[in-house]
């Protein structure tokens, strides 16, 4: 028995060390600092940012940042509403289109949106845009909402240092909160890999994004078309963007179930909470120009 006695502080810490996803009431293992996660993603963003090449088309930039600041605008007002405006402050939002074809996006902690010009493409130029690029931003913020990068660098740890993890988390080492960082979310030389969620925090991510594209007055029913075109863009391969969890039929189900209730719970929020609907001033027509695509969009960028 004596052998297991290491263990036992270590299951502690982790019972400690449980936090719960406001919007889901999830359980969730939390042994980093807010402070030390935001420096360290911080850091990663920056990095990626010195390699990326920011988009030069003005129109699909504006689009993109039109729907990002609203979606960014919904999380603060839901924050502010359910008693967790000091989580506000964590935010330092920045909104960016960079040049390359992946089916791509991210949310860095703290609020740092990317959208790759791939993703813009694949969704295409048609009335549904900004409401399936909502479902994209939302779901890469519902990420960063539910802490789920925290998670995710708090297992790395877990997992690479065992009961040591006891005293580096009382004694918040930095440099292991870093590689965590930098592990989970495969920035760097292979810039823009997304975090490994697990199926829990991808499913959780869909609902927290349909929640935020439904108070920031976008159409959640778009969640559903978008991973249809994820899906058939996939052509037997899977996107970069669902690398981790493919959208299974059982994934667009789970949304078309969650949907009507989110829109009954949330629709009207954004009134409420002082979030202004979508307007329409970026035309479809102004912004793209006709090609081929392998998902059949018929947009291109540029």
């Known amino acids: 028995m004596k052998k297991f006695l290491w263990f036992a502080p270590l299951v502690g810490l982790v019972l400690i060390a449980c936090s719960t996803v406001s919007m889901t009431g999830r359980k969730q293992l939390n042994l980093v600092s807010e402070a030390e996660i935001l420096s360290a993603s911080l850091t990663e963003y920056q990095n990626y940012m010195q390699t990326a090449k920011v988009s030069t088309n003005a129109n699909a930039t504006a689009i993109v940042k039109n729907v990002a600041q609203r979606i960014a605008a919904a999380a603060e007002a839901y924050l502010q509403v359910t008693g967790q405006e000091a989580d506000i402050q964590n935010y330092?939002?920045?909104?960016?289109?960079?040049?390359?074809?992946?089916?791509?996006?991210?949310?860095?902690?703290?609020?740092?949106?990317?959208?790759?010009?791939?993703?813009?493409?694949?969704?295409?130029?048609?009335?549904?845009?900004?409401?399936?690029?909502?479902?994209?931003?939302?779901?890469?913020?519902?990420?960063?909402?539910?802490?789920?990068?925290?998670?995710?660098?708090?297992?790395?740890?877990?997992?690479?240092?065992?009961?040591?993890?006891?005293?580096?988390?009382?004694?918040?080492?930095?440099?292991?909160?870093?590689?965590?960082?930098?592990?989970?979310?495969?920035?760097?030389?292979?810039?823009?890999?997304?975090?490994?969620?697990?199926?829990?925090q991808e499913l959780e991510a869909d609902y927290i994004g349909i929640v935020l594209a439904t108070i920031a007055g976008y159409d959640a029913d778009a969640a559903v078309t978008l991973w249809q075109k994820m899906e058939a863009a996939g052509g037997g391969s899977t996107p970069e963007f669902m690398s981790t969890h493919p959208s299974s039929s059982s994934r667009i189900k789970q949304l078309q179930k969650s949907i009507p209730e989110v829109k009954?719970?949330?629709?009207?929020?954004?009134?409420?909470?002082?979030?202004?609907?979508?307007?329409?001033?970026?035309?479809?027509?102004?912004?793209?120009?006709k090609t081929t695509?392998?998902?059949?969009?018929?947009?291109?960028?540029g």
């Open 293 to 301: 695509t392998k998902a059949g969009t018929g947009f291109k960028i």
């Open 92 to 200: 330092a939002w920045e909104f960016n289109l960079t040049q390359d074809p992946e089916l791509n996006a991210f949310c860095m902690p703290g609020g740092k949106i990317v959208v790759y010009e791939g993703m813009l493409n694949l969704i295409g130029n048609g009335a549904d845009r900004d409401d399936e690029l909502a479902a994209v931003i939302g779901h890469e913020v519902g990420h960063a909402m539910a802490k789920h990068g925290n998670e995710r660098a708090s297992q790395q740890l877990l997992a690479s240092l065992g009961s040591s993890v006891v005293g580096i988390a009382v004694s918040g080492q930095s440099t292991q909160v870093q590689q965590a960082v930098a592990t989970a979310y495969g920035l760097g030389a292979q810039y823009g890999a997304l975090l490994p969620f697990s199926r829990k």
């Open 264 to 289: 009954a719970a949330f629709s009207g929020a954004a009134a409420a909470a002082g979030v202004s609907t979508p307007s329409s001033s970026t035309p479809a027509s102004t912004t793209t120009k």
